[in-house]
């Protein structure tokens, strides 16, 4: 029990240090170290801010290294606009090429705000803040209504 208090610390340090992450991979990182914490709540947080269903969080935890990993490549769906299917088939055999070269082969152009902001290393997703809910915006905003889900 004190393990897991002692990781959401550290998480919450890390991320107070740093609120908007400079780099990919601190921002990942930063993933790994909440998703350790908290399984069930990451997971969680990926079905609700990417759109992805238990069986689409399950194939792409199965195939990724790390769970930050997943996150990323739940974006690089998003933002390509392809398949959750070719997403994983080209990390798994082009990662090692690093995340810019699978973006760029899943369609998104260099110098793109998607790719400015891949590089920049935030997705727009802190799930450690925000118990995994996605950061609202304007009026209303905390004020537990809900506008239903998500379409």
Same mark, same amino acid.
Request: proline fraction near 4%; aromatic fraction near 6%.
């Given at each position: 029990?004190?393990?897991?208090?002692?990781?959401?610390?550290?998480?919450? !340090?890390?991320?107070?240090?740093?609120?908007?992450?400079? =780099?990919?991979?601190?921002?990942?990182?930063?993933?790994?170290?909440?998703?350790?914490? =908290?399984?069930?709540?990451?997971?969680?947080?990926?079905? !609700?801010?990417?759109?992805?269903?238990?069986?689409?969080?399950?194939?792409?935890?199965?195939?990724?290294?790390?769970?930050? =990993?997943?996150?990323?490549?739940?974006?690089?769906?998003?933002?390509?606009?392809?398949?959750?299917?070719?997403?994983?088939?080209?990390?798994?055999?082009?990662?090692?090429?690093?995340?810019?070269?699978?973006?760029?082969?899943?369609?998104?152009?260099?110098?793109?705000?998607?790719?400015?902001?891949?590089?920049?290393? =935030?997705?727009?997703?802190?799930?450690?803040?925000?118990?995994?809910?996605?950061?609202?915006?304007?009026?209303?905003?905390?004020?537990?209504?809900?506008?239903?889900?998500?379409?």
């Amino acid at each position: 029990m004190n393990y897991r208090r002692l990781l959401i610390a550290l998480a919450m !340090i890390l991320l107070t240090a740093g609120a908007a992450c400079a =780099d990919l991979d601190v921002y990942l990182n930063n993933l790994n170290v909440s998703a350790e914490a =908290d399984m069930g709540g990451f997971r969680t947080g990926l079905g !609700i801010h990417f759109g992805a269903s238990g069986p689409e969080i399950d194939l792409v935890m199965r195939n990724v290294n790390r769970p930050g =990993d997943a996150a990323l490549c739940l974006w690089l769906g998003r933002h390509s606009q392809q398949p959750l299917e070719k997403v994983l088939h080209e990390y798994q055999t082009n990662k090692k090429q690093g995340w810019g070269a699978l973006a760029k082969r899943l369609g998104i152009k260099p110098g793109s705000d998607a790719f400015k902001t891949l590089k920049n290393g =935030d997705l727009g997703w802190h799930p450690e803040s925000n118990g995994g809910k996605e950061n609202g915006k304007g009026k209303g905003k905390g004020n537990g209504k809900s506008k239903g889900p998500k379409k």
